[in-house]
């Protein structure tokens, strides 16, 4: 019994004292977080919430854009027509197929890219920057470089491929829209590459070392070891990609050479070319806004879905799957 007792009062002399901070003190620190995050919440609130219980409410109703004076409810007769349209669900269906074929695509390659510029090369930092560029092009830049690759006279792919006795390929046209879509999109696999070779930068060495001694080739320790721990990363990345795939509208409109009132070819005529188009040129405003409402609720159910699978395939180092 003295043994134990002896013992007990070793581990409560080595158990770090957690030290309470006084009442007043506790409040002041509340009180100055909520100073220092009270900007980015007010400006969330009045340009991000309101904003949006706005748009919800206007979506229930016969909002044209110009007849407030004589604004009407209408219920829900504006979602019934968002899933009674079949072009809108067939714009929704497309979206959807190119953005399970295009995302991981582009997470695989950004990912793979990232491991192959892991390694110490001669020039590394060249080649970084040129696997990084088309992330910080702007939007219309890129689109107008694929256009110009794309275009069936004097394009610079069909330019090249006539250099091997190739004909030239309709790129843009009703066969080969979607393959041309998904292809620019993975020109930007890079955007992510950054964050990927943060995650390998990451891994503990001895880890690897360890995998080494005990006989381990590179392979097996890119399956077991770094595929593993760059899952969390991985997932971000599709998560983040899953959104703003499902988003998705001006690159269409880049590749086919049209203005921002026009259609896309039906191969790449997107959901959100569609809301944009019954917004602003049909003046359906809440008609459009419905068919945004509906697109927020199909991101979520993936978003959620993604997240609901991530015990499947991601794993932390905390040991919580």
Do not use: C
């Amino acid at each position: 019994m003295g043994q134990v007792a002896i013992e007990q009062s070793v581990v409560q002399k080595a158990r770090p004292k957690i030290r309470l901070l006084p009442r007043k003190q506790s409040k002041r620190r509340a009180l100055e977080f909520y100073l220092f995050i009270s900007p980015w919440f007010i400006v969330f609130v009045l340009f991000g919430i309101i904003p949006m219980l706005w748009g919800l409410y206007l979506s229930f109703t016969n909002y044209t854009g110009y007849n407030f004076s004589h604004l009407r409810f209408i219920g829900a007769e504006n979602y019934h027509l968002v899933f009674t349209d079949s072009q809108a669900m067939q714009a929704l269906a497309r979206t959807a197929v190119l953005t399970f074929i295009g995302v991981p695509l582009g997470v695989i390659i950004g990912f793979l890219l990232a491991v192959l510029l892991n390694n110490k090369v001669k020039g590394l930092s060249m080649y970084r920057t040129i696997f990084y560029l088309p992330a910080i092009l702007p939007t219309v830049a890129s689109g107008l470089i694929w256009q110009m690759m794309y275009q069936t006279d004097g394009g610079i792919l069909n330019t090249l491929f006539g250099f091997f006795g190739m004909k030239p390929i309709d790129w843009m046209g009703y066969g080969m829209a979607q393959p041309s879509f998904i292809i620019s999109g993975l020109w930007g696999a890079g955007g992510g590459l950054m964050i990927y070779l943060a995650g390998l930068k990451g891994i503990p060495q001895s880890l690897i070392e360890s995998a080494s001694i005990d006989g381990a080739n590179y392979w097996r320790q890119f399956i077991h070891i770094t595929i593993p721990l760059m899952t969390p990363i991985l997932f971000f990345n599709l998560l983040m990609g899953l959104i703003g795939s499902f988003q998705n509208f001006l690159q269409p409109l880049l590749l086919t050479g049209l203005s921002l009132t026009g259609d896309p070819i039906q191969p790449i005529y997107l959901y959100m070319n569609h809301a944009w188009i019954n917004i602003f040129v049909f003046d359906r405003f809440g008609y459009g806004l419905a068919l945004l409402w509906v697109l927020f609720a199909v991101i979520l159910i993936f978003a959620l879905i993604v997240f609901w699978s991530q015990k499947y395939w991601v794993h932390y180092e905390s040991g919580e799957d």
